[in-house]
Structure formats: structure tokens, C-alpha cells
């Protein structure tokens, strides 16, 4: 048998294709390959044993598929005993036969092969030498698509039941407990990320040029320390520095904050304008047990550089920061002007002891024989899609006529003689409510009764309204409704009514736009929570959200039994405390406000949680005030950080009568309604 004529060649899934050139026909000439399936269960065998492979018959005719048969036969007996070797793998190499059903079928499944000039002969193994007169290039072979196997390749048992290995199991133990490289590189990518820019409020800038102004350190670093740990920031310090010299001092007077502290007073500080806070910071220091020192005299440096800089730029901004300081200041005249007035003298910082009694009474009171102190500034509306007041972009509008073409009808008088305002007051307070609508829009001046609305609602959305708008100041506008109550009861009507209406107002028509200071969805509430140290975890017994954030409708509770469940908790006002309330003031808008609004805000946030400041000293109130005002963020209110801290303590003192006042009742006993 001649065994030259027998070609080894590289073959598709790591099998080797034996190849059969007859020796009538040249070797550069076209061939005939047929591959012959190996068997499953020789296959597995072979595959033990060595390299797998595919023996292939080439034949030019028909007339020696015999002959060809007959050499695949002796092939495999003389590889059962001797193996074969090559100059390209050592191990031993059996050929299997596969069973031809008949020479036609063969020839059928043969492909054709021409020679090509592209393809090297040195590309395919061969475990003979090559004669000097073959040429170098064959042509290849056309691809044969494989008939698809009856049955997988069948897994050996001691694959299945092998054990991890230690390097395995070390690579799972780390991924469970968050130490693999995977994940030790998504921290690494997390740390490089840049951080959001942090936007400087006039009371970042403020507090920082009274403490680089009245206060020296050995170390350059104690300042922006302590910058950090009154503000809860974590700021890089040279930032911070930065900020004072290369932005504050650069710019001087055409920063409001600066000509408030270096230019409109003076270092003496006669007035005490900044008197309390620098006590402040001296007890903030004293904390982080830094060696601050008092300045003796007025700090040296040069500002204002920016008003004869050589950059365009420089020059530019700084013309336009002195057009809006000097608009800033008109309008401040204007604002002093208009509220020279108070309803409580404004209390003075810094000076003597103050103790906050809190002590609560279990009696009941009623709140038609007592009330609060001050007059109502802020309500609040929540709502959703299903309720009957809508809310279009000019508005709320009430249901009654929210249909209504053409100018909404002008407001009626109580003492209308029709008893016109008598009806739909009384149909509008109804416990059973009306399918039709009201002509009236209800509003609360209580945040928890707010909420407890809200939870019985499908993605409800909260405003805050300013009570004193202008458009609200209308005749018959806004009423009452726990005077609304007492009149209907003295006609006659309301005998069902056990709700008193304290928190309630009711607004003829519609509330515009302009008197809206802000609204959102109240899932971000729940995003506050979230992200800061909140102590007003008692938001979430009252509004309950899936893992989306999403809130969860429930039953509406009663505002009583919330109430009092916000009580039990004893809520402490401390310096988490104050951080949040300045959060959710800054949330709801009243950075942008009035001090009548941030005074009422602190006051229905410790009336409403029961929070207690027992023997809090006039010193510790300074600093929360401080922290309240800090967090409240960027605003662009024209007051500065002591007139916000007094408003912030005189809620504070509001709102602490208000819990002796009402003490467990009151505004807190409400029915179970549904004219929201």
C-alpha cells in the first residue's frame, strides 16, 4: 500500500483531515475529499486518547471507492497496533471507519477542491515530507456543513462532581463580601469621578469673610476646618481658600457679602451685628479643639483687583456684579421699609440664658376657647390625578367650576341673603362630601394633616401657598373654616360637624399661580430622607413607598392618631434637627421668601412633630439657628444669616406655645373628610 499518496491537513473542531491523492492523477490537480463522520461513541474514546480527527477518502471516480475502502480498513487495523508518528504531534493518531452505505451516497457528500495561487501549501500539516515538485499552492476546499449529532457529548461524571478549586471558592467568598478586583474597581472609578460643584450661598460667603475677618490661625488650614464643620460640608480646603481670596477679596465691594462685613461694618462691631455669630464660631472651635485667635485689628490685604485686572473678562464680571449689588441694595431698602413692623419683637442674640420649657399636658383643650398667637402666612394642597380641585398651569381651580367658561363668578358674602354661601359651605365641610365638586379650594396650614392626606393618594403632589398674596386679600377670597363652623352651627346647620377646622382654609374659586410658592411630587420627600441624617423618620409611618420610591395608597389615617404616634417618639431639637428643617425650608422654597414665611415654616414643623427643646440655652439656640440657616442653601432673599437665625428661633418660640396650647388636641382632632 502506498502511504505517500496519504495528506494530513487541519480540519474544522480541532480534527485532523486524512486526505488520499490517487497516483493517476497529479497532485496539483483537482481532488475529491469526503470526511468521514466519526461515531459518538468512538469519538468519546479517541478523544481519551489523543487529538481527534476525521478520516477523509479522496477519489477521482467511482471505480475506487473499493480500493479506498479496502486501505481505510488496513489503516485501522495497522493503527490499532502501531501507532502512527508525525512531525507535528506525538501522540498516537487512530483512524475510524465509517460505515459508506454506497458509493453514490459517497460521491454525493464529496466536495471539489481547485488549486488557487493564494493559498500556501506550508499552511497545512502533513506528516510527510513534501516533494520538490509539489507546487506551493492548492486550492482549498469547499466547506462541508456537518450533519447535526443524534445525542450531546455526554459529560464525564468526575467533571460534574469535581470540587471548586481554592482559587474558586477565594473568588466567590470575595464577591459575596464586596472585595473583588470587579468590585474594588468600580469604588476606585466611583473616587475618581468628579464631585458636583458646590454652589456658594450668600451665608457660605458670609460666614466665611466674618470668620477670615475677625479670626486668625497659625495653621492656614484651621479656617477651612472649621468652615467644613459649622457648614457639614466636606469641601476640599484649598477650595475653600480659594473662595475667600481668589473670588471674595478679588471682587470686593461688588459682593454683597463682603461690603456687608468689611465696608458697612466696622471691625469694632458696636451695633453687635455680628456678635453672636462670632461666639458662635470661637464654641465651634473650641469643639474641634483648634487654636483660633482673635484678631486684634482689621485684617491688611488688597480687593477689588478685578475693577482694573488686564482680562476683559475679569473687568466685565465685575462691572455686573456692582449693577446687581447696587439693585440688591435698593431692593433692601424696600423690604426694611415694609417690614419695620413685626408681630414679636425680634429677639437679640447672644446676651442671657434662654431655658425652652416644653413641658407637655396630657388635658385637653379646646381650641375654640384658645389659639395660636400669630395669623396664619403659608397652607399647604396636596393632590393627584383623581381629585376633584384640578391643577392647570394657571392654578388650582375648584371642581365646581373648573368647567366654567369666562370669568370665574366674583365671591360671595356669608351675609349674601339668598343663604347662597350658607349651602355651599355647608355642602363643601360635609363629611359626605358631594360628586359634583365645591365652588371652594381647600388648603391646610398643618403639614402633618397635609400628609396624612397625601397617603391615601396615587403619586401625590404638595404646595406651599402664600396665604398673603395679593390675590388672596380679595373680599369673601379666603375664609376660615373653623369660623365657618362656628356660623353654621349657630344657623342651625354642621350639627354632624365634630371637626373644628382650625388648620383649614377655605379659598373661593381658585388659588393663582403667583400665590404658589412651590410644588413637587412627594416622593421627593422621601429622596431627602433618604440622602441626609434625617431625625423625621415620622415621615415614613405616614407615607409608605415601595423599593421605586413609588408611594404605597393606603388607608387614610386619622391626623389625631399621627399625631400623637409623632409625640410618643419625642423628637429632640438638636443639630441633625435643625440641619433637616433647614433642608426641607430650602425644598419647599423659602429661601426665596419672607421671614414671616421661614418663622411660620419652623413653627408647624415643631407644633406638627412635637418636637421638644427643653433647656436649650440662648447659646446652643444660636448655633442651630446658624445650622438652619446654612442648610437651607443657595436663596436669593436679601436678608442676611442673623435675620433668617432670628426668624428661625422666634418659630421655635411659636411654635412651643402652640403644643402647650393644644397639647395633644386641637388642630390635631380632625374628621375623616374628603373634600381635598
Known sequence: MDFSRWRFSGGTDNTQVLTYVPAQEPLRDSVREETVKVEDEAFESVFQQGLPFHATSIKSDPDESESSQSLINQLVSASATTPVNSSF????????EHAFSTPNERLSSATA??????????????????????????????????????????????????????KRKRESQQQKEGTALSFLSLKDLKSIEFEPIHKWSSDDRELLCIIYRWFDSSDATDIPKLFNYITAYSLPLKRIQAQFKNHICLYGSAIPEFDRVFKKTSFEDPEGNFSAIRHIIMAQASEMNLELISRKKDMEFTSEKAAYAKSDRTRAAYKSKVRRASQTNVSEQAS?????????????LGGRPLTINLSLSDSIVDSENQSPTTNHHLAFRVWDANSKTKYTETGFISGLLSAWNGP??????????????????NSHLSVLGNDTGSCFVSTTTSLIQALTYASS??????????LDHQSLKTPNKKHHAA???????????????????????????????????????????????????????????????????VLIPRKK?????????????QLLLDSDTANTMGKLAGKFGLGDSTLSHIKEFVKVIIDGWSISAQAINYNMMNVLAMK???????????????EIMKAFIEGIEIGTRNIEIFSGSGHRRYKHRSTL
Open 89 to 96: 504531534s506525538e501522540t498516537p493518531i487512530k483512524v475510524i
Open 113 to 166: 477542491s481547485t488549486p488557487s495561487d493564494n493559498v500556501a501549501l506550508n499552511g497545512i500539516d502533513t506528516p510527510c515530507p513534501l516533494p520538490h515538485n509539489i507546487s506551493n499552492n492548492i486550492g482549498p476546499s469547499i466547506p462541508i456543513v456537518d450533519i447535526a449529532r443524534g445525542k450531546s457529548i455526554h459529560r464525564p461524571s468526575w467533571l460534574k462532581s469535581a470540587p471548586d478549586s481554592k
Open 336 to 348: 426694611s421699609n415694609s417690614s419695620s413692623s413685626s408681630s414679636l419683637p425680634l429677639l437679640n
Open 408 to 425: 370665574l363668578p366674583e365671591p360671595i358674602s356669608p351675609t349674601d341673603p339668598s343663604n347662597a354661601f350658607m349651602i355651599l359651605s
Open 457 to 466: 393618594m396615587n403619586d401625590p403632589r404638595i404646595a406651599i401657598i402664600n
Open 483 to 549: 369660623s365657618i363652623l362656628s356660623w353654621l352651627k349657630s344657623n342651625g346647620q354642621a350639627n354632624w360637624a365634630r371637626y373644628k377646622g382650625t388648620a383649614e382654609y377655605l379659598v373661593w374659586g381658585n388659588i393663582e399661580q403667583a400665590a404658589i410658592l412651590r410644588h413637587f411630587p412627594i416622593s421627593e420627600l422621601l429622596h431627602l430622607a433618604a440622602t441626609d441624617i434625617l431625625c423625621f423618620e415620622s415621615i415614613q409611618p405616614i407615607l409608605r413607598f415601595d423599593e421605586n420610591g
Open 557 to 569: 389615617p386619622r391626623t389625631r392618631v399621627v399625631a400623637q404616634m409623632l409625640k410618643e417618639k
Open 628 to 642: 438652619f440657616t446654612i442648610a437651607m442653601g443657595p436663596r436669593k432673599s436679601t436678608y442676611d444669616i442673623q
